[in-house]
């Protein structure tokens, strides 16, 4: 079982079609699935629905696709910093299901690991309870929220052997990790590939059975948002 | 003279114990990390999964693969680790954070909170806030005591969209301090900004409070 393709259009190949729900790991620029987005881009496909906690920014990361108006829903908790988004949903043209942040994590979570809801404190009697069912336990209120089952999962990752594990790098772990249990399919991206037995197995994040495709997506141009430093006190 | 934005996050930084974990939200709540009082252990959950977040790096030390939840870069210490979006909200859903200093647009008195969007305006969406005023164990709001247009923020009923209802525990604002033990409990006026009276706090709140 060969899963390592020689490009992002080679991995998605046969995956893609219009209206297909994606799940997308990333947390504002870090740890985006750059390769990936890319190819979809190219791919044309149209009216997706998007799982993923932030829409990137205008012309990088998700941003890219609502550019070319592939997205017809998104699903997510925060969308600042993007002015092509901020247009669209202005105009009707995009919808939005805004989802608490950890609530969107579980719900991914949940949808990898065969939990079609589960109940959360989380939004009890605020707009994202309308509609929801609610149920007390132990005399507090819960709301039940469904899990998330996507048609592909896109993630990026640092490291991965051949055999699909993979490892992440600091933050840009984030909703990768989720992201990947969820989707029925997932195609990987990674900045190095090594070979089975180059990773300590104690260190897996992601164990290669929710990795189905795998890319080398070096090398990589990391993009900040927000570059903050501190200055070094001189002597 | 009222307590200026720094001033804010000293006394909420008055709030912290030896051995906590907590989260701090974007603005004010932030400068709370640079009034950890000496000899205190305390470590700062960042939501986009990381326990023990660092000062900002060196010029030459910026990882694009390490951000805060504000997306700003940040440096990691000796002691800290990282973890997953899932796991991050497990505990703080779990209420494994003992302390969260959020901002805050309303506050009602009893203890409901609006920080998360205007209607009319850009929705930008709540990120973690929800999460977090439903599952850590301590919710802080710092705010200015009035909005721009003078009007009371700490008032009977919250009229923007709520982050999350009978959530907050204290208020720190440029004048004052409101504290109640317990979501049963109304908000206790516990504390004057220096040259601030109880009766300019009267007349700048519209909701209910002991003093």
Same mark, same amino acid.
């Given at each position: 079982?060969?899963?390592?393709y020689?490009?992002?259009e080679?991995?998605?190949e046969?995956?893609?079609?219009? /209206?297909l729900?994606?799940?997308?790991?990333?947390? $504002?620029l870090? %740890? =985006? #699935?750059?390769r990936?987005?890319?190819a979809? !881009?190219?791919?044309?496909?149209?009216?997706?629905?998007?799982?993923?906690?932030?829409?990137?920014?205008?012309?990088?990361?998700?941003g890219?696709?609502?550019?070319?108006?592939?997205?017809?829903?998104?699903i997510?908790?925060?969308?600042?910093?993007?002015?092509?988004f901020?247009?669209?949903?202005?105009?009707?043209?995009?919808?939005?299901?805004?989802?608490?942040? /950890?609530?969107?994590?579980?719900r991914?979570?949940? $949808?990898g690991? %065969? =939990? #079609?809801?589960?109940?959360?404190?989380?939004? !009890?009697?605020t707009?994202?309870a309308?509609?929801?069912?609610?149920k007390?336990?132990?005399g507090?209120?819960?709301?039940?929220?469904?899990?998330?089952?996507?048609?592909?999962?896109?993630?990026?990752?640092?490291?991965?052997?051949?055999?699909?594990?993979l490892?992440?790098?600091k933050t840009?772990r984030n909703?990768n990790?989720?992201?990947a249990?969820?989707?029925r399919?997932?195609?990987?991206?990674?900045?190095?590939?090594v070979?089975? %037995?180059?990773?300590d197995?104690?260190?897996?994040h992601?164990?290669?059975?929710?990795?189905?495709?795998?890319?080398?997506?070096?090398?990589?141009?990391?993009?900040?948002e927000?570059?903050?430093v501190?200055?070094?006190?001189t002597a | 003279?009222?307590?200026?934005r720094n001033d804010?996050?000293?006394?909420?930084?008055?709030?912290?114990?030896?051995?906590?974990?907590?989260?701090?939200?974007?603005?004010i709540?932030?400068?709370?990390?640079?009034?950890?009082?000496?000899?205190?252990?305390?470590?700062?959950?960042?939501?986009?999964?990381?326990?023990?977040?660092?000062?900002?790096?060196?010029?030459?030390?910026?990882?694009?693969?390490?951000i805060n939840?504000?997306?700003?870069t940040i440096?990691?210490?000796?002691?800290?680790?990282?973890?997953?979006s899932?796991?991050?909200?497990?505990?703080?859903?779990g209420g494994?954070?003992?302390?969260?200093?959020l901002g805050?647009?309303?506050v009602?008195?009893k203890?409901?909170?609006?920080?998360?969007m205007?209607p009319?305006k850009?929705?930008?969406g709540?990120?973690?806030?929800?999460?977090?005023?439903?599952?850590v164990?301590?919710?802080?709001?710092?705010m200015?005591h009035t909005?721009?247009a003078g009007?009371?923020?700490?008032i009977p009923?919250?009229?923007?969209?709520?982050?999350g209802?009978?959530?907050v525990?204290?208020?720190i604002t440029?004048?004052?301090?409101?504290?109640?033990?317990?979501?049963?409990?109304?908000?206790?006026l516990?504390?004057?900004?220096p040259?601030?009276?109880?009766?300019?706090?009267?007349?700048?709140t519209?909701?209910?409070?002991?003093?």
């Open positions: 079982m060969q899963k390592i020689p490009n992002a080679a991995a998605l046969g995956l893609l079609r219009d /209206g729900i994606l799940a997308a790991g990333g947390f $504002g870090c %740890g =985006i #699935p750059e990936l987005i890319d979809v !881009v190219a791919s044309g496909v149209k009216g997706l629905t998007i799982a993923s906690n932030n829409a990137g920014i205008d012309n990088e990361g998700l890219k696709l609502l550019r070319t108006r592939q997205v017809a829903k998104m997510s908790s925060y969308v600042g910093e993007n002015k092509e901020e247009r669209q949903f202005l105009a009707g043209e995009l919808e939005v299901e805004f989802c608490p942040q /950890g609530t969107l994590a579980e991914m979570r949940a $949808g690991a %065969g =939990i #079609p809801g589960f109940y959360t404190k989380t939004g !009890v009697g707009q994202v309308e509609g929801k069912e609610v007390a336990f132990d507090e209120d819960y709301i039940l929220e469904r899990g998330i089952r996507a048609d592909v999962s896109l993630i990026k990752g640092w490291k991965a052997d051949e055999s699909g594990n490892m992440f790098r840009a909703f990790l989720p992201a249990t969820c989707g399919v997932c195609v990987a991206e990674v900045e190095e590939i070979p089975v %037995g180059s990773l197995p104690d260190c897996i992601l164990p290669s059975i929710y990795v189905n495709r795998l890319i080398l997506g070096a090398p990589y141009d990391k993009k900040i927000f570059r903050t501190r200055e070094r006190e | 003279m009222p307590w200026d804010m996050a000293a006394r909420a930084a008055k709030e912290l114990q030896d051995g906590y974990y907590v989260n701090l939200g974007i603005g709540p932030t400068l709370v990390a640079n009034n950890i009082p000496g000899g205190m252990t305390v470590t700062l959950q960042s939501e986009n999964g990381m326990l023990g977040i660092g000062p900002f790096p060196y010029d030459d030390e910026v990882d694009p693969d390490l939840a504000g997306k700003q440096s990691e210490l000796p002691q800290s680790s990282y973890f997953d899932a796991q991050s909200f497990a505990m703080i859903r494994h954070i003992d302390l969260a200093v805050g647009m309303e009602s008195e203890g409901d909170l609006a920080n998360w205007v009319g850009m929705i930008k709540m990120g973690g806030a929800m999460d977090l005023v439903a599952g164990k301590k919710i802080i709001v710092v200015e909005s721009k009007d009371a923020k700490f009923e919250c009229t923007l969209p709520l982050t209802k009978n959530v525990d204290m208020i440029d004048l004052a301090v409101f504290h109640r033990p317990d979501h049963d409990s109304p908000f206790k516990i504390e004057l900004a040259g601030v009276t109880a009766d300019e706090v009267r007349q700048k519209s909701a209910r409070y002991v003093e």
